[in-house]
């Protein structure tokens, strides 16, 4: 019987280091080649960081939408996580492949503070590894990992927050959680985890009866978290009263996630997790640790009321909907079955991600668009480009401009001003081909073309 469970565990070793290279094989092939060009919330996010650390402002500069119409910088959210991305960022000139490599960094830092909170709750070690790496390789969290926006560094304060608190360190737990608010909205999804936890000891140690210690322990690192929001925007109530509210998505952010994506191809996690949920309830799992199926709820629930819902907020539920999924797979086999269930709902539709995004991950075609507008031998400090969010990585450190923003005001004639524009279907709906742009700009003559992944380009100049 011993030799039989040494036998076991040592079968289950090397799945699990089987799976750990099928993981990594996943995000080596997928860096640089999950829309990290084609994503214009990616160069508007880190552009929000650069003009707040690089440039002094905490206004959107460069896209040039303001809040509460957009997040409009860091006027009112992301300050924490421009600081962070400035101290990691600018010894590599801000490239992209070093912000997604600090993503991808921030989203394995997470899962390991994961492995640590599952095992903390019980969880054998492999089973908690099984479990995290299956977790890792699905889309909510190698999207996050690819796509160098704010939610990695978000989530990862989150569940450092919820390790936190299920060790007792509970004052620091409640100063992170808070935090993370800070970062974007999302964030609220932090001290909801915490509730979440708080909840499911009491249904759990049935001791159905408020404990103020700990209670107060949290709300009191919750309340220097918010001292810290409030000293660094410590004009968010006079923006907030004279702004017409945020932008609300109108949907709860998994809808987008579920019903949006192209052919709702993640509707079959929709249906998993479905039937897990009734199973789950059914068999009452919950009674031995309620902590995923209230988390799952909460963060349904709180998502609800959430502004400006998008799909990238879907890790924050998906999280304790998978452990939940995870926990209601038989025992003996959930090691294995799990994450080749996860690999054949995702892996089909990465390799198909890779093909049609391939082509764009190369960088450097981009910057033949400065080295056309350099040969000009136009002082570019003093001038004003304009295009398309794939050019910004390129021209960060001057005046870039998103081309739409100036398709609604008047532009100075007085200004040496450079278009770049493109005479394919651009990647989203904002954005136009030269012929449609070329009217909000007068007296410009072509000077320059290129192109970057079959696409073609068109330079067009107007000197002072």
Known sequence: MYKAGVRSKQIHTIFISMITVVVVAIYAVLFRNYRVNTNIDISWSLSFSYNYCIKGIDTDATFGVPFP??????????????????????????????????????????????????????????????????????????????????EYLTFLLAVCG??????????????????????????????????????????QTRRFHFEFDRAA?????????????????????????????????????LYEYFFEARLCRHLPELAVFAVCLMAHIGRRDYVKWPFPLVASLATFAVGLLLPHANAYYTPFWYFPSFVLVYLTANSASRAVVVPLLVFALF????????????????????????????????????????????????????????????????LRESDTTYLICGVDPPFIKEEHVCGDELPAFRNMRLVGQFSWAARKYLIYERAE
């Open 347 to 410: 892996v089909p539709q990465y390799a198909i991600a890779y093909v049609w995004a391939h082509k764009y991950a190369r960088q450097d075609e981009l910057q033949v668009a400065r080295s056309l507008i350099a040969g000009r031998g136009t002082d570019l400090s003093h001038a004003h480009v304009y295009g398309d969010f794939i050019f910004w990585p390129v021209f960060k450190d001057l005046a870039f401009h998103w081309a739409p923003t100036a398709m609604s005001k008047q």
């Open 217 to 253: 322990k949290l709300v009191l690192g919750g309340i220097l978290g918010l001292a810290v929001y409030f000293i660094l925007h410590p004009n968010i109530l006079v923006i907030l009263a004279n702004g017409a509210g945020w932008n609300n998505g109108g949907r709860h952010f």
């Open 162 to 203: 919820l390790v936190l608190a299920a060790r007792c360190q509970l004052f620091p737990a409640g100063l992170i959680s808070a935090l993370a608010i800070e970062l974007q909205p999302i964030g609220i999804m932090a001290p909801v985890y915490l509730i979440a936890y708080e909840l499911s000891r009491m249904i």
């Open 69 to 150: 119409v957009g997040q409009g910088g860091t006027i009112a959210f992301g300050k924490l996580a421009a600081m962070v991305q400035c101290a990691a960022l600018v010894p590599f000139n801000w490239s992209l492949i070093a912000a997604t490599l600090l993503s991808v960094a921030g989203v394995l830092l997470s899962m390991t503070l994961i492995f640590v909170f599952v095992v903390d709750q019980g969880l054998s070690r492999l089973d908690a590894a099984a479990c995290c790496l299956a977790l890792a390789a699905t889309e909510p969290f190698v999207a996050m990992a690819n796509q160098p926006r704010s």
